[in-house]
C-alpha cells in the first residue's frame, strides 16, 4: 500500500523514452506532489539531463537497487524490464503503475482506466496495469454505450502511429521519410516493410491464431476492464506513417437501439470524451489535431444501415498521453487522493 504522505518519491523508469519523457512533463504539468524524481533507464542514457521542475536532473541507470525509498514507480521501459523489476519496486513498497504488457492479463493486478473502473484499484498488492494505448481510447467510447445499449460485439480497425513503437520507429519514419524525399536509398531497422508513405497490417508479432499480439491485447483488456466476458471484439491493427496519435474505426452492435444522436449525448457528457463531429463543415477527428490532447475525440457517429442496433464511429487518441502516461498519471491520483 502507498505510504501515507504528502509528497512523494516518484520513480520514472525508462525516462528518456517517448512515454518516460511524456510522464515527466505530465507530472509536471498536474503538479504532481513530487518530493523527489528519480530518473531510470539503461546505461547509454546515464548522466543524460531532464528537466522537471526548472531544474535539469540527472538519469540514473536502472538497477535493482533502485528503489530505495521510492513510493511511486511509474514503468515504462519495455515489458521484460518490468516483468524483472517490477517485484523488486513492489517488495521495496513502491507502487507500481506499470504501462508495459507485462502484468495487465494478470488476475490479481488491476487493470485500470480511471474514468472506466477506478473501483478496481481497491485490489492491488503493489502493481496496477496501465492498459494499451488502443484499448484506452476505445474504452472511453465504448463504455458509455454500454452502459446504456449492452455492446454486443465490436468490430475495430487501428490505424496506430509510429510512436506507439517508440523513440527508434519515430526516427524511422522521419529519416526514411528524408531519404526517400531527396531519392536516396532507405534503411530499415524497426519494421520489417518501409513505413514512410506506407501502411502495414502488422503491429507487433503473430499469434498462431493469425491475430496479432496488438490485436489479441484490445479484445483481452477490453473484457477484463468492462468486466464482462460476454463481450465479441474483434480487431486489425494497422501502422500508419504518422507520427502521433491512433485512429479507430469502430463498429457497435448493441443489444437495444441507439440512435445517433443518442449516441452523441451519451458521449458528450462523458469525462475525457469530445465529440467531434460535423461532416456538413469537414469537422471529425484528426491524428494531426489530437497530437498533445488529453481527450479521447470521437466523430462520424452513424448508424449502421446493415444491422438493426449498430453504430460506425471514428475515435482518435494521443497514444502518448491518454494511451499511456496521463493514464499512468491518473491512476497515481487517484491512489493519492
Ligand atoms: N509509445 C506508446 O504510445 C506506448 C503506449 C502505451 C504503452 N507503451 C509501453 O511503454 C513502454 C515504453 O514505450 P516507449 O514508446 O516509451 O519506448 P521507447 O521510446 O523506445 O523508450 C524505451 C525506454 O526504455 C528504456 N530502456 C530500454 N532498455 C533499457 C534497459 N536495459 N534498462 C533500463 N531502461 C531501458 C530506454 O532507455 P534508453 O534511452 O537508455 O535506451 C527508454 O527510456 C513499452 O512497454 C510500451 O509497450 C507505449
Known amino acids: 500500500m502507498l505510504r501515507n504522505k504528502t509528497t512523494y518519491v516518484v520513480a520514472v523508469i525508462g525516462a528518456t523514452g517517448t512515454v518516460g519523457r511524456e510522464m515527466v512533463s505530465i507530472l509536471e504539468e498536474r503538479r504532481f506532489p513530487v518530493s523527489e524524481?528519480?530518473?531510470?533507464?539503461?546505461?547509454?542514457?546515464?548522466?543524460?539531463?531532464?528537466?522537471?521542475?526548472?531544474?535539469?536532473?540527472?538519469?540514473?541507470?536502472?538497477?535493482?537497487?533502485?528503489?530505495?525509498?521510492?513510493?511511486?514507480?511509474?514503468?515504462?521501459?519495455?515489458?521484460?524490464?518490468?516483468?524483472?523489476?517490477?517485484?523488486?519496486?513492489a517488495a521495496a513498497r513502491a507502487v507500481v503503475i506499470d504501462s508495459s504488457s507485462a502484468f495487465r492479463m494478470d488476475p490479481k493486478v488491476p487493470l485500470v482506466v480511471p474514468e472506466i473502473n477506478a473501483d478496481a484499484l481497491g485490489s492491488h498488492a503493489g502493481i496496477i496495469a496501465n492498459p494499451d494505448c488502443s484499448t484506452i481510447g476505445l474504452l472511453m467510447v465504448m463504455k458509455p454505450l454500454h452502459e446504456a445499449a449492452k455492446v454486443r460485439r465490436v468490430v475495430v480497425t487501428m490505424f496506430q502511429s509510429v510512436s506507439g513503437t517508440g523513440k527508434e520507429a519515430i526516427d524511422e519514419l522521419a529519416s526514411q521519410t528524408v531519404a526517400l524525399l531527396n531519392f536516396k536509398d532507405?534503411?530499415?531497422?524497426v519494421y520489417p516493410h518501409q513505413i514512410a508513405f506506407n501502411c502495414l497490417p502488422h503491429?507487433?508479432?503473430?499469434?498462431?491464431?493469425?491475430?496479432?499480439?496488438?490485436?489479441?491485447?484490445?479484445?483481452?483488456?477490453?473484457?477484463?476492464?468492462?468486466?464482462?466476458?460476454?463481450?465479441?471484439?474483434?480487431?486489425?491493427?494497422?501502422?500508419?506513417?504518422?507520427?502521433?496519435?491512433?485512429?479507430?474505426?469502430?463498429?457497435?452492435?448493441?443489444?437495444?437501439?441507439l440512435g445517433a444522436n443518442e449516441a452523441r449525448a451519451l458521449l458528450s457528457k462523458f469525462p475525457g470524451?469530445?465529440?467531434?463531429?460535423?461532416?456538413s463543415r469537414d469537422l471529425y477527428p484528426l491524428q494531426l489535431d489530437v497530437s498533445g490532447k488529453d481527450e479521447v475525440y470521437v466523430g462520424r457517429i452513424r448508424e449502421d444501415e446493415t444491422i438493426p442496433n449498430g453504430l460506425n464511429l471514428w475515435?482518435?487518441?494521443?497514444?502518448?498521453?491518454?494511451?499511456?502516461?496521463?493514464?499512468?498519471?491518473?491512476?497515481?491520483?487517484?491512489l493519492i487522493a
Not at 548522466?47 to 530505495?68: A, W
Not at 470524451?273 to 461532416?279: A, G, L
Request: glycine share 6%.
Open 203 to 257: 503491429v507487433d508479432g503473430f499469434l498462431e491464431n493469425g491475430y496479432t499480439r496488438e490485436e489479441m491485447k484490445l479484445v483481452n483488456e477490453t473484457k477484463k476492464i468492462l468486466g464482462d466476458t460476454a463481450v465479441r471484439v474483434t480487431a486489425t491493427a494497422v501502422r500508419v506513417p504518422v507520427f502521433r496519435c491512433h485512429a479507430e474505426s469502430v463498429n457497435i452492435e448493441t443489444e437495444t437501439k
Open 315 to 334: 475515435i482518435v487518441t494521443d497514444n502518448v498521453r491518454k494511451g499511456a502516461a496521463l493514464n499512468a498519471v491518473q491512476i497515481a491520483e487517484l
Open 37 to 89: 524524481l528519480v530518473l531510470l533507464a539503461s546505461e547509454r542514457s546515464e548522466g543524460e539531463r531532464i528537466e522537471f521542475g526548472g531544474k535539469n536532473r540527472s538519469v540514473k541507470k536502472l538497477s535493482k537497487d533502485s528503489f530505495k525509498d521510492v513510493d511511486i514507480a511509474f514503468f515504462s521501459a519495455g515489458s521484460e524490464l518490468s516483468q524483472k523489476f517490477a517485484p523488486l519496486a
Open 186 to 189: 532507405i534503411e530499415k531497422k
Open 273 to 279: 470524451v469530445i465529440v467531434y463531429d460535423d461532416p
